[in-house]
């Protein structure tokens, strides 16, 4: 009974990687198809965040597809030691590292919707916020580069993966702390400073006050994916807490509990984007609704060529359907 509920943990973990990956993919598509040669510093960071998720999912993955293997063929999988001492810890790593780029990804999108509300008489420029992303990614694989040279990730035989290990406090902490902990305050709290700001204002025009609800509607499209990075975090601490509490003596399921809970997060996190952003969804919509007509005319076009000849049937132009996907 035990294997069956391992193996289940492992098949809802996969698919709801497979779930962030494909909606992250469709939102990336969607900015790069409508949105290329706009410098818009919007849709900038989006796609920052898209790609963040992108790499923890992955790194998520790449994780499972060793658990999976090792599960399903526990007697003919051989860890090597070198697997166990440098690949596995470098997996994980890369792992935290993905959570320290999601998390600083919505702090730099709530920043930017900072300087439009508050300091919007400010220089700022898109070439800037490039710059900003760029020093987030080296920030965040600087900022878990001490676990892994203090060999906090272990590999623990029973889960074939490389956790921190609740018996390291310390190390819990400093992730709990640095990587969960901060960018939540600082999210919290730029929330909140637009929110009083936004209704203390009264003497401003008419076209100021439309701004700043239009960024203050685009930071509250922010808060239910932070507060599904948040309860991520809750679930991990929560699980750690009852490690401690039973003195360090953990469930079989402890750890792949945590670690599937942070890939049912991700398939949520921009779904949840594309649910409240309607020029994304619609976009989508299109583009997913554009790619079943081009395959319902190829597939027509092949019918109709391999048909019987001696039937006349009229083939559209090149041109002609180039327009019907336009218009559709």
Not at 58 to 82: A, C, K, Q, R
Not at 247 to 253: A, E, K, R, V
Not at 258 to 272: P, R
Not at 288 to 295: G, P, T, V
């Amino acid at each position: 009974m035990s294997q069956f509920w391992i193996l289940f943990l492992d098949v809802i973990g996969i698919v709801s990687l497979l779930s962030g990956v494909c909606t992250s993919s469709l939102i990336l598509i969607v900015i790069f198809r409508k949105f290329t040669g706009h410098h818009v510093i919007g849709n900038l960071l989006l796609a920052n965040t898209c790609v963040c998720t992108i790499e923890l999912c992955i790194s998520n993955l790449i994780i499972y597809g060793h658990i999976i293997m090792n599960d399903i063929f526990p007697n003919t999988t051989i860890t090597s030691t070198y697997d166990q001492q440098v690949l596995c810890p470098l997996r994980s790593y890369f792992l935290f590292t993905g959570f320290s780029l999601l998390y600083t990804s919505y702090c730099l999108q709530a920043y930017y919707r900072l300087l439009q509300v508050i300091f919007y008489k400010k220089q700022y420029s898109y070439i800037k916020f490039v710059f900003w992303c760029c020093f987030q990614w080296i920030f965040s694989f600087l900022l878990v580069l001490p676990m892994l040279l203090t060999r906090a990730f272990v590999y623990i035989p029973t889960e074939f993966f490389c956790p921190i290990p609740f018996t390291k406090p310390i190390s819990v902490a400093y992730i709990a702390v640095s990587v969960y902990g901060v960018f939540i305050a600082v999210f919290v709290s730029i929330y909140a400073w637009i929110y009083v700001y936004a209704r203390q204002t009264t003497s401003i025009t008419v076209k100021r006050r439309r701004t700043i609800d239009r960024h203050f509607t685009m930071l509250k499209r922010m808060v239910l994916p932070t507060f599904s990075l948040m309860f991520l975090g809750i679930v991990y601490l929560t699980l750690f807490f009852q490690t401690i509490r039973n003195q360090y003596q953990t469930h079989y399921l402890t750890y792949r509990l945590s670690y599937v809970f942070i890939a049912i997060g991700m398939s949520f996190i921009h779904v949840i984007t594309i649910l409240q952003t309607p020029a994304i969804k619609e976009a989508i919509w299109k583009l997913l609704s554009c790619s079943k007509d081009a395959m319902k005319t190829s597939e027509e076009r092949t019918t109709s060529l391999g048909g019987n000849t001696s039937t006349n049937v009229q083939q559209p132009s090149i041109d002609e359907e180039t327009l019907s996907l336009r218009k559709s």
